[in-house]
């Protein structure tokens, strides 16, 4: 069945350390992905997507890698900071559009 | 511009009542999903609403329903509540039904 996977519950690093959070989904066919943010009591706030042409996509200190041959995806946060200490979930969309298929998450300490 | 808006933040029910929680998305989008998030089996999906219509259904009983009005904004009920109903409800609104934005949450406990 469908399911998206992280290998790690939990993250700790250094302040200014870079992190990486790994995922990996099952569902071959899926073709569009999604990183959230979850600090503790607020929902999932959207960090940056990738559609399943694209091998990387960057935004401001994260960067997104997508290995279709693997199926596995992974987000990076440069120069990571306290205010980054949170839940991580990788999230695909089904092909219905509209339901997302969340991994279990990672949750990411920073050390200052 | 604001953001998916949800009300109420808390709710404390008992066994066998039901409940309604509502959810405004943000202006434009006429995508609506409910989610239930749980530590035990994280977040899981329950249905999407486009335009007034059930799009997709997640595998819920159905004692828990929704619906989308006209402007949009979704109300989701849980009838005869359960104890393990307990969780946080999030809603997250899209213009097209991908890149989906979440509310803060009503945090629902069931005693």
């Known amino acids: 069945g469908e399911s998206v996977g992280l290998h790690l519950p939990t993250l700790s690093v250094q302040e200014g350390d870079n992190s990486i959070i790994n995922c990996a989904y099952s569902?071959?066919?899926?073709?569009?992905f999604i990183w959230y943010k979850q600090e503790s009591g607020k929902g999932p706030q959207f960090i940056i997507d990738?559609?399943?042409?694209?091998d990387k996509r960057q935004g401001q200190r994260v960067t997104v890698l997508l290995n279709k041959t693997v199926k596995h995806l992974s987000l990076q946060i440069a120069a990571t900071q306290p205010g980054d200490s949170a839940v991580y979930f990788c999230?695909?969309?089904?092909?219905?559009?509209?339901?997302?298929?969340f991994g279990q998450g990672t949750e990411l300490s920073v050390k200052p | 511009k604001a953001g998916v808006t949800q009300t109420p933040r808390y709710l404390i029910k008992t066994r066998g009542q039901q409940v309604t929680l509502s959810c405004s998305p943000i202006?434009?989008?006429?995508?609506v999903s409910w989610y239930q998030q749980t530590p035990g089996q994280g977040l899981q999906f329950l249905f999407e609403?486009?335009?007034?219509?059930?799009?997709n259904k997640g595998n819920f009983p159905g004692r828990f329903s929704g619906r989308q009005f006209s402007n949009s904004r979704s109300e989701m009920n849980v009838s005869t509540l359960e104890l393990g109903d307990s969780a946080l409800y999030l809603c997250?609104?899209?213009?097209?039904?991908?890149?989906?934005?979440f509310g803060s949450g009503t945090q629902l406990s069931v005693l």
């Open positions: 569902n071959s066919a899926s073709d569009y």
């Open positions: 990738i559609r399943s042409n694209m």
């Open positions: 609403y486009f335009s007034e219509t059930q799009r």
């Open positions: 202006s434009g989008h006429r995508s």
């Open positions: 997250a609104s899209s213009s097209l039904g991908e890149k989906l934005f």
């Open positions: 999230a695909e969309i089904s092909k219905e559009g509209g339901k997302l298929i």
